[in-house]
Every structure is written in structure tokens, then in C-alpha cells.
């Protein structure tokens, strides 16, 4: 099964900064899509942005455009997200997503990592 880690969440007050990372586990010929969504507590999880690996098309929710960039390095089988501008409604737990990844064990469909933390103060 495909391994994402994630890493790059804290604590940061109102109008900072953050980076998350998300590397995938070893043995991958290709990735066709790497997302982020994110679920705060007592609501559903929501696309935050998701990355075309092959092209490198973007795409955005509404409310963190022109806040967050979403990046990947296919070499490293890793996407980024920087988070600039954050606000107290960003506070959430972040998850990676990996669509149709092509390993050398097959083809494997919509994995998640573990999630990291993002806690905005205001």
C-alpha cells in the first residue's frame, strides 16, 4: 500500500506561514494527482487544492486562493503546500491524498497519509 508522510504543521498565529509536506513511499513508477484536504472538527473533509502531477495544472477551494500554493517535485514523489495569510478558519488537520498511483505492486487508488495538525491563533 502506498505510504504518505506528512509533515510541516504547528502553531502560528494570525497572518503567518507554514509549509506542509507530503513525501510517498519508494517502489512508484508515477502519481496522476496529489492533493490536500483538510477537516476541522465536527465538519467534513474538503479539498484544499490538488496538483496534476504530469502537467502541473492546479486547482484551488474558494477560500484559500491567492493564500496557499500547492507544488510537487516528481522526482521526490512529494508535494508541498505553502500556506501564506493563514487565518483562525484554516485550523484543521491536513491530509495528503494520492490518486492513481502506479507502483511496481499495481495500481492503487485514493490513499491518505496520517494527517498534521494546523492550528492558527487569531
Known amino acids: 500500500q502506498v505510504q504518505l508522510v506528512e509533515s510541516g504543521g504547528g502553531l502560528v498565529q494570525a497572518g503567518g506561514s507554514l509549509r506542509l509536506s507530503c513525501a510517498a513511499s519508494?517502489?512508484?513508477?508515477?502519481?496522476?494527482?496529489m492533493g490536500w484536504y483538510r477537516q476541522a472538527p465536527g465538519k467534513q473533509r474538503e479539498l484544499v487544492a490538488d496538483?496534476?502531477?504530469?502537467?502541473?495544472?492546479?486547482n484551488y477551494a474558494d477560500s484559500v486562493k491567492g493564500r496557499f500554493t500547492i507544488s510537487r517535485d516528481n522526482a521526490k514523489n512529494t508535494v508541498y503546500l505553502q500556506m501564506n495569510s493563514l487565518k483562525p478558519e484554516d485550523t484543521a488537520v491536513y491530509y495528503c491524498?494520492?490518486?492513481?498511483?502506479?507502483?511496481?505492486?499495481?495500481?492503487?487508488?485514493?490513499?491518505w497519509g496520517q494527517g498534521t495538525q494546523v492550528t492558527v491563533s487569531s
Open positions: 519508494e517502489n512508484i513508477f508515477s502519481i496522476n494527482v
Open positions: 496538483i496534476i502531477t504530469s502537467r502541473g495544472t492546479t
Open positions: 491524498n494520492a490518486d492513481r498511483v502506479v507502483t511496481t505492486r499495481g495500481v492503487e487508488y485514493n490513499s
